[in-house]
Every structure is written in structure tokens, then in C-alpha cells.
């Protein structure tokens, strides 16, 4: 199926997703861990697994008005983006006779109601773990990445391996 289509059933399963860092993580773990077929390859970024394929899909969904971003700004001061399907979008996995997320919207549900940070750590020790980094030399290597979720290395750890499950 193609990625746009899979895109659209994400957004239509969570209703919304608010952040971009927070979607390609959320892409990133349902591709890796459940095999959802989004084809996109991550390389490693300041945020942790970033696919610049996976920008231009949006991009472009959101150009064609399947896609709605709307711009909001943090209690913090900070911009971010909600991105949610437009009706649209449904119709149009409606009218491909798109099959329902197969096993994988639970996940996504659930990797959706976790803090963009909690995915970023989650996601880049996995990233990393599929280089072939472990044991301590996964600990260090990921302190060195993310110096700021560093003291998170255990809760990830125990996050990603229920998730994996």
C-alpha cells in the first residue's frame, strides 16, 4: 500500500497527531517495530530518527488539503503543528478500498499518547539497536546522542522492550 494511504490511515486512527517530531517518531517505531510497510529510511538526526521522505509526503498531503497542519505555540512560547486528516482523507481510503490498519492502530494510539520526548528516546534507542549497538556501548553511545535523556536510558529500555513484546 502506498505511504500516502498508510499516512492517512494513521491519522485517521489517532484523530491527531501535534508535533512533527512527534509523527516521524510515531512512523518510525510502527515501521520498525510492526513492519508497516511506509517504506521511508530514517537517518540519524538532532531529534533522533528523521526521514526527509517522509517530510515531503506530508508536504505534499498537506498541500493537497488531505492533510491539515494548524500552527499552535506552546505554553512554553515554542511553535508546533497539529496535524490531523481532513474528511477527505477518509473518502478518499474509502474510495481505494483501503484495508483497515492491520494489528498496528492500537500501537499507534498508544505510541500517540506518549510525550514526543518519551518517543524520542524510545525511538533512538531502537535506531540505534538496529545499528548493532548494545549492552553498555548502547548506553554510552545513546548518553552521547542525547545527553538530555540520558537519565531516561533505563526507562526506555523497559518502554521499548513492552512495545517490541
Known sequence: MSPILLLGQLLTTTGEICGRKKLQ???????????????YSFQF??????SADLKADV???????????HPETTPQGNK??????????AQLLSDVSA???DGWNQLATNLNARSA??????????????????????????????????DGFAKY?????????
Open 25 to 39: 517518531k510515531i512512523v518510525h517505531l510502527l515501521q520498525t517495530l510492526k513492519g508497516v510497510p511506509f517504506g
Open 45 to 50: 538526526s538532532f531529534f533522533g530518527p528523521y
Open 59 to 69: 508536504g505534499a498531503l498537506t498541500a493537497e488539503g488531505l492533510l491539515l497542519e
Open 80 to 89: 508546533t503543528y497539529r496535524f490531523t486528516a481532513d474528511p477527505r482523507m
Open 99 to 101: 484495508p483497515a490498519p
Open 117 to 150: 520526548e518519551e518517543l524520542e528516546g524510545i525511538s533512538t534507542l531502537l535506531f540505534l539497536q538496529k545499528m548493532g549497538w548494545a549492552g553498555e556501548d548502547l548506553k554510552e553511545q545513546f548518553g552521547l546522542l542525547k545527553p538530555r535523556l540520558k
Open 157 to 165: 529500555e523497559v518502554e521499548l522492550s513492552k512495545l517490541a513484546a
